[in-house]
């Protein structure tokens, strides 16, 4: 063997030596665990170089790399790669990709855009996401702590997060709010000291909410001070009185929900409306119908709604002549109450209000699309992915998500390619949460 041949051997030996292979994708695995995304990547393109019969692995790895870079283009190009020398779909993979893109989002330097990560978040399902959860219970921002807080409080995990507990002390009053409803939910006796403290919070409403949460938690709380603050100087002591009253369905407290449906501040009657409908009282529908001639329409707005909740069917009559109404959204909740009546032919109005000028009522159509009539909602979300408007496109994503079912996938994918931020996140909750079914039932 002359000497060229020898240093070619040498070179082919060195270049896809499995070891070498072994010690890149060591590596790459562990700068990936201590969130070095660019090492990884670089480990891992190596890897690539090195043993080309071991690319699947290194494609699964690269995929999850890239989802936590925030480009969820080439962690899809990767993931595909992957399952093309596999047998097929990798669901819990999918899966890893959707927390990595949740995980980048919560870094973005746009407060609403973290803000709509971590709800999306909630869509995913415990397993696997507490990482990004404590991150984002930990933000700058006040407002997407509070959203934090209540996605543990949708995936069962307010009461063990010691970040949600310490909420309860928080400088800002509405994340102190949002701890002390999320515990209050939780059913956690453990968290009673906590709540406690609320009592003693210097902003009433946290005061109201504590209350309500220890309530909750079955302590011998009295309801008093709940009904002496539905008569407070301040509108919003008002409100929030009025719809924890209304949440905790306490029947002696209907004639202090009555009374806010007369109340002089138009907040306060949209609280009581909505607070009549969680009461769950066929006694508040005659208040309710009355409410839907009230001069303000979120006032008719939410009577419209909870007409529908309380399975008012002497409503029918009021509610076709509410279709009518002048206010866009009042028209669609009437709507929405219908179809839960069983007049299924006002769905057409949603077809009708998906094409308005206002991006805030095509959105709210496809909402309420999907959540009282998903046999069409798919069709209807399909037609709403291209929307000018990322808020519509966010609703169609949501409903797919809800009532797709895995057909909903290759959809949810290309909205994870979406330009909108807010977009992709809500695209990459759903598609994780549809991924981590098909991999429980495959286990």
Known sequence: MNLGASILSTLCLTVFSPSVFANDLHEAKAALERRDYES?????DKALKTMPNGQAAVYEMRAVTQAHRGRADEALADYDHAVSMTTGEQPDLLRRIAIGVLSALLAHDQEFVRGAAVTALADLGPRGIQSPLNAALKDR???????AIQSASRLGLAASLPAVRDAVKDQDASVRLAALATLGLSKAP???PIVRQGLRDQ???AQLVAREALILLKQPESLQPLIAATRDFSPAVRGVAVG??????EPSALPALSLGLHDPDPSVRSFAAGAL????????IPELLEAMTDENPYVRNFAAASLGRLRAKEAIPTLW??????????????AEALVQLGEGQAALIFRELAKDPDYGVRSAAVGAMGRVAPAGAISFALESLDDPAPRVRVAAVQALGKAGGKAAIPYLRRALLDKDPTVRAFAAGHLGALAGE????AS
């Open 438 to 441: 098909k991999s429980s039932h």
């Open 190 to 192: 453990a968290v009673i």
């Open 321 to 334: 002549e509410a279709v009518k109404d002048p206010d866009t959204l009042v028209r669609l909740a009437a």
């Open 244 to 249: 924890i009253l209304g949440r905790l369905k």
């Open 203 to 205: 902003d009433q409403l």
């Open 40 to 44: 990884a990547l670089t480990l891992l």
């Open 277 to 284: 409908g969680d009461m769950g009282s066929a006694a508040g």
């Open 141 to 147: 921002s006040p407002r997407v702590r509070s959203l």
